[in-house]
């Protein structure tokens, strides 16, 4: 017995769910190991204060890319060859990120100002670090944050330092695009049911992919079922 709509509808879901899931872990693992081995940033992680959150981001970048990329191989070998153990392992991998994406999400709501307050050091120590040494893997993550919050540098889209890495402006833009440090700290503080919101949200669509999956492991399970059923009662 085949797969039905629901179950083929399933399969493809979660196939394309994985691919784009892989696809992120990748890109989050590769920044991380670029920064982490890089010949201009390896010195940071020598335990120093003044790299301390740098050092913090770039392990958790390489720690959360990697667990994501093995998600995804469980997700995406267990869809693609209908097999419900890489199916179940990927299933309990994706309730645990669900689960801590929902902590997170709350924790980042209850101490709003003081994850502000830490990423905001993370990026002055990004931004330093850049300026004093120029690395490529610097400037990819000064980008990630310039296009994502829309803002530029210590002083905004008039920073020379950085100015390549920031969003293209129009005239009267790069008077008013504004600072970043002020930027991040805003944003948990002024718009943390905003930030809890993205959590949870993100939360939601594994939980989606988390539904899929199990639909997906009964329609295998009658599957197989009635392949052996069948031939010991014929009609």
Same mark, same amino acid.
């Given at each position: 017995?085949?797969?039905?709509? *629901?179950?083929?509808?399933?399969? *493809?879901?979660?196939?394309?769910?994985? =691919?784009?899931?892989?696809?992120?872990?990748?890109?989050?693992?590769?920044?991380?190991?670029?920064?982490?081995?890089?010949?201009?940033?390896?010195?940071?992680?020598?335990?120093?204060?003044?790299?301390?959150?740098?050092?913090?981001?770039?392990?958790?970048?390489?720690?959360?890319?990697?667990?994501?990329?093995?998600?995804?191989?469980?997700? @995406?070998?267990?869809?693609?060859?209908?097999?419900?153990?890489?199916?179940?392992?990927?299933?309990?991998?994706?309730? =645990?990120?669900? #689960?801590?994406? =929902?902590?997170?999400?709350?924790?980042?709501? %209850?101490?709003?100002?003081?994850?502000?307050?830490?990423?905001?050091?993370?990026? &002055?120590?990004?931004?330093?670090?850049?300026?004093?040494? #120029?690395?490529?893997?610097?400037?990819?993550? &000064?980008? %990630?944050?310039?296009?994502?919050?829309?803002?530029? #540098?210590? =002083?905004?889209?008039? @920073?020379?330092?950085?100015?390549?890495? !920031?969003? @293209?402006?129009?005239?009267?833009?790069?008077?008013?695009?504004?600072? *970043?440090?002020?930027?991040?700290?805003?944003?948990?503080?002024?718009?943390?049911? &905003?930030? %809890?919101?993205?959590?949870? #949200?993100?939360?939601?669509? $594994?939980?989606?992919?988390?539904? *899929? !999956?199990?639909? $997906?492991?009964?329609?295998?399970?009658?599957?197989?079922?009635?392949?052996?059923?069948?031939?010991?009662?014929? &009609?």
């Amino acid at each position: 017995m085949a797969l039905d709509g *629901c179950g083929q509808l399933c399969k *493809c879901i979660l196939i394309l769910f994985n =691919i784009l899931f892989a696809l992120v872990g990748f890109a989050m693992l590769g920044l991380g190991l670029w920064l982490r081995f890089s010949s201009e940033t390896r010195g940071f992680f020598n335990i120093d204060l003044n790299t301390q959150q740098f050092v913090i981001g770039v392990s958790v970048l390489i720690a959360l890319g990697a667990v994501i990329l093995l998600v995804a191989v469980f997700g @995406d070998y267990g869809a693609c060859n209908e097999n419900r153990t890489a199916l179940g392992v990927f299933s309990c991998l994706l309730a =645990i990120l669900a #689960g801590l994406e =929902i902590g997170a999400g709350v924790f980042a709501y %209850m101490r709003s100002d003081e994850v502000g307050e830490q990423l905001a050091k993370f990026y &002055l120590t990004v931004y330093a670090q850049y300026v004093d040494k #120029g690395d490529p893997g610097l400037a990819v993550t &000064l980008s %990630m944050f310039h296009n994502v919050l829309h803002c530029c #540098g210590l =002083i905004g889209a008039l @920073d020379p330092l950085v100015k390549k890495t !920031c969003p @293209d402006t129009g005239f009267l833009e790069t008077f008013t695009l504004p600072a *970043c440090p002020t930027v991040i700290v805003n944003l948990f503080e002024s718009n943390a049911p &905003l930030v %809890m919101g993205l959590f949870l #949200g993100t939360a939601a669509l $594994l939980i989606t992919a988390l539904v *899929c !999956c199990s639909i $997906l492991m009964k329609q295998i399970k009658r599957s197989h079922l009635s392949l052996f059923v069948l031939p010991l009662f014929p &009609l």
